[in-house]
T-cell receptor
């Protein structure tokens, strides 16, 4: 993808509830991947989930799932049964496509989990 | 587990000092990256290296240089630190190629220039 946009600087969710973080992207590629990264406070950024564009099925990793709308160029992250440990910055990202080396990151969404 | 380590978690330097930030990865990754992270701006790429002694400028290379003498080590150098370089610096590494290769990140260095 050439651009990645996260329009929600901050979100809050009650513990045990579900929250959806939004991401839109733009690309001229037909085959590509999209990632969600999590950066907990004072801890390393880690990959949460990845989606292959040509796969119809939305990726799922335990309580984390994506809603991938290829035509709309939308890639949102749903966190179910939110836990206090989910509080973090979340970045949507696009890895390099053919002929490039750059990972493109969104500006991030800070998720607060309320007890 | 992949490990990417950075030499310091917190660093305070004076304006005009030469600053070295070091990053080491233990997964034999070809690619290494230096990013700067500022609130509201996300991650901005400073420099990228795809092999020993090879480097490419990223989006904001001005005021920075890098060195990669060994595959596992990638250093970021601030030749003459300025207050506008106060930021969080993240190192990352990955295998080469495109597609599914995720980046692995270090814990970050929070640099304050006074």
């Amino acid at each position: 993808a050439q651009t990645v946009t996260q329009s929600q600087p901050e979100m809050s969710v009650q513990e045990a509830e579900t929250v959806t973080l939004s991401c839109t992207y733009d690309t001229s590629e037909s085959d590509y991947y999209l990632f969600w990264y999590k950066q907990p406070p004072s801890r390393q950024m880690i990959l949460v989930i990845r989606q292959e564009a040509y796969k119809q099925q939305n990726a799922t990793e335990n309580r984390f799932s994506v809603n991938f709308q290829k035509a709309a160029k939308s890639f949102s992250l749903k966190i179910s049964d939110s836990q206090l440990g989910d509080a973090a910055m979340y970045f949507c990202a696009s890895p390099p496509t053919s002929g490039t080396y750059k990972y493109i990151f969104g500006t991030g969404t800070r998720l607060k989990v309320l007890a | 587990d992949v490990k990417v380590t950075q030499s310091s978690r917190y660093l305070v330097k004076r304006t005009g000092e030469k600053v070295f930030l070091e990053c080491v990865q233990d997964m034999d990754h070809e690619n290494m990256f230096w990013y700067r992270q500022d609130p509201g701006l996300g991650l901005r790429l400073i420099y990228f290296s795809y092999d020993v002694k090879m480097k490419e400028k990223g989006d904001i290379p001005e005021g920075y240089s890098v060195s990669r003498e060994k595959k596992e080590r990638f250093s970021l150098i601030l030749e003459s630190a300025s207050t506008n370089q106060t930021s969080m610096y993240l190192c990352a590494s990955s295998f080469s190629g495109q597609g599914w290769n995720e980046q692995y990140f270090g814990p970050g260095t929070r640099l304050t220039v006074t």
